[in-house]
C-alpha cells in the first residue's frame, strides 16, 4: 500500500492511497496516483462525495465470527517483498557501487555522466551475475581503456561498449601438484649395495669407490686370511 497528500482545489488536503497486488517501487506508485483526479469540491469547506450503490445482503444478519486463526496461510497476503526482489535490489546495489568507484581508477573515466550510471550498473549486474567479481569488471574496463595521452571525449559510451558482452568467468587453474622425491633415512644416507652375491640385498657404508662390502671384499696383502680350523694364511703378495 503507498499513501500521499496531495493539496486540490480550495487548498483543502486530500489522503489519496493506492493497493497493489504486486510489489511497487515508490517511483512506479507516485506515478500511478499522480494519474488519479482529485475529487472536486463544490463547497470550500465540506467535500461532496457522491455515494457509492450499496446492495443489500442476502440471508439474515449474522455475527462475525471471533477467535481461532483463518484456514488460509496469511503468509501468501503479506506485504513483505520477495528474496529474489531483495537479492535484485542488493546486487543492484553493488553494482552502482562499482560503477561510482571507476572515476577513482583512472582519469579517464572522471566525467561519466551521472545520468548514465544506471544503465551502466545494469550492466554490471549481468557481470556480477555470471560470477564475475567488482575486481574482475574493473580490471576489465581498465584493460579496455586507450594509452596514456588518449583523451577519452565519451567514457560513459566506453564503459557501456566494455560491459555490453558479459564473457564467461575463467576457472582458475589448480597449480601443479610439486613433485615429492623419497627421502631415505639418515641411517641409509650414502649406502651403497653390494655387488657381491647375498640371498638379499645388502647395504654398507663405503669408504671410498668400493663396490663390494666388507664380508666381499678381498683380504689386503699383509691381512691373514681366514681358513678351517682356525688357522690364517696371508695372501700371497
Do not use: N
Not at 503468509?75 to 561510482?100: C, K, N, Q, V, W
Amino acid at each position: 500500500m503507498h499513501e500521499r497528500r496531495v493539496q486540490g482545489p480550495g487548498g483543502r488536503w486530500t489522503t489519496q492511497q493506492l493497493v497493489s497486488s504486486t510489489p511497487l517501487a515508490p517511483g512506479e506508485a507516485a506515478k500511478l496516483l499522480a494519474r488519479t483526479p482529485l475529487p472536486a469540491c463544490a463547497d470550500p469547506v465540506t467535500p461532496q462525495v457522491a455515494p457509492s450503490p450499496r446492495k443489500p445482503a442476502v440471508g439474515p444478519p449474522t455475527t462475525p465470527p471471533t477467535g481461532g486463526h483463518p484456514e488460509k496461510d496469511p503468509s501468501e497476503d503479506t506485504s513483505h517483498r520477495p528474496a529474489a526482489a531483495d537479492e535484485d535490489e542488493r546486487s543492484l546495489d553493488d553494482a552502482r557501487a562499482l560503477i561510482g568507484v571507476l572515476p577513482l581508477l583512472s582519469p579517464a573515466l572522471r566525467h561519466i555522466p551521472p545520468g548514465m550510471r544506471d544503465e551502466l550498473a545494469r550492466l554490471a549486474v549481468r557481470w556480477l551475475a555470471a560470477g564475475h567479481t567488482p575486481a574482475d569488471i574493473h580490471a576489465h574496463v581498465l584493460r579496455g581503456l586507450p594509452g596514456a595521452g588518449t583523451p577519452v571525449h565519451r567514457p560513459g559510451g566506453l564503459v557501456r561498449y566494455l560491459l555490453r558482452e558479459v564473457p564467461p568467468r575463467a576457472l582458475p587453474v589448480p597449480p601443479a601438484p610439486t613433485p615429492v622425491t623419497p627421502r631415505l633415512s639418515l641411517r641409509l644416507e650414502g649406502a651403497r649395495e653390494c655387488a657381491g652375491d647375498h640371498v638379499q640385498p645388502m647395504l654398507f657404508r663405503p669408504l671410498g669407490d668400493e663396490s663390494l662390502c666388507p664380508a666381499c671384499a678381498p683380504p689386503a696383502p699383509d691381512e691373514p686370511m681366514p681358513v678351517p680350523g682356525g688357522e690364517h694364511l696371508r695372501a700371497p703378495s
